[in-house]
């Protein structure tokens, strides 16, 4: 098997890739069958978003803090783990963000969409579903929209809902929010396009990031599902994405 390896930059990362590379060898990543991404779940943000050109799966070893997307390091052969791995595929979020000086950008993220105010000022957000204006003025620390797989990331801290991995819905989830106080967010079809308008973004200022990606001083944010791009996740057949999103479910701190 053809592999390409890849790491975050923390000692015990490389040193690991280091190793595997000596035992499996590295593959140009335009001839690998199959990228192992090494360290915590950055890096396998990073290696997805490496793959969408290539068409190729990622396996995440677990090198770094809680790495929830990532395998277990154990003495297993890798091959052999990724011959018996299963296949998730994931669709990413991508957002279209327009900042204070009119200028266009769009990111793509695999975990969650997320705005969030960067200065003292709570943030000011209406919020549109298909064009039609549902909250008109959100007081807020921030907003973010979570695929199923994200739910269990900065949505959960969020207080927003864990969504098992086959639903064909979003999170849509306040930080924080001052008015309306008892508004806790939404579940939103994932085939809708969510817009954001910040309210009097020289005063309230609002970064929007996607997954690793941030924009700073945003005016207007719209976020889609894009169904026409796979990224594939592999994850040992025994310790799946589906076993890891029931067992977060139960967990008490």
């Known amino acids: 098997m053809k592999i390409h390896f890849t790491s975050s930059k923390n000692k015990i990362a490389l040193n690991t890739k280091e190793k595997l590379v000596s035992k499996y060898n590295q593959t140009p990543i335009n001839k690998a069958e199959v990228i192992v991404a090494i360290g915590g779940d950055g890096e396998m943000l990073k290696a997805l978003r490496e793959s969408i050109s290539i068409n190729l799966p990622v396996f995440g070893l677990n090198k770094g803090s809680i790495g929830f997307l990532m395998n277990r390091i154990n003495n297993r052969n890798l091959i052999k783990r990724i011959k018996d791995s299963v296949q998730m595929i994931v669709h990413p979020l991508e957002m279209e963000v327009h900042d204070i000086l009119n200028k266009k950008h769009i990111s793509l993220a695999v975990n969650e969409i997320a705005l969030f105010r960067n200065t003292n000022q709570s943030s000011i957000i209406s919020i549109s579903v298909d064009n039609e204006e549902r909250l008109k003025d959100l007081y807020c620390d921030g907003i973010l929209v979570a695929t199923p797989v994200g739910s269990t990331a900065y949505n959960l801290s969020a207080k927003g809902p864990i969504i098992p991995l086959e639903s064909d819905i979003l999170a849509l989830t306040p930080i924080s929010p001052f008015r309306p106080r008892n508004w806790q967010g939404a579940l939103i ?46 994850h040992d057949a025994d310790d799946n994405m589906e076993h890891r999103h029931l067992r977060e479910q139960f967990l008490i701190d």
């Open 189 to 234: 079809k994932n085939d809708s396009k969510i817009s954001f308008e910040i309210k009097n973004p020289k005063l309230r200022p609002v970064n929007a990031s996607a997954d690793i990606i941030e924009i700073k001083n945003v005016t207007k944010v719209s976020v889609r599902q894009r169904h026409d791009i796979n990224l594939k996740i592999l």
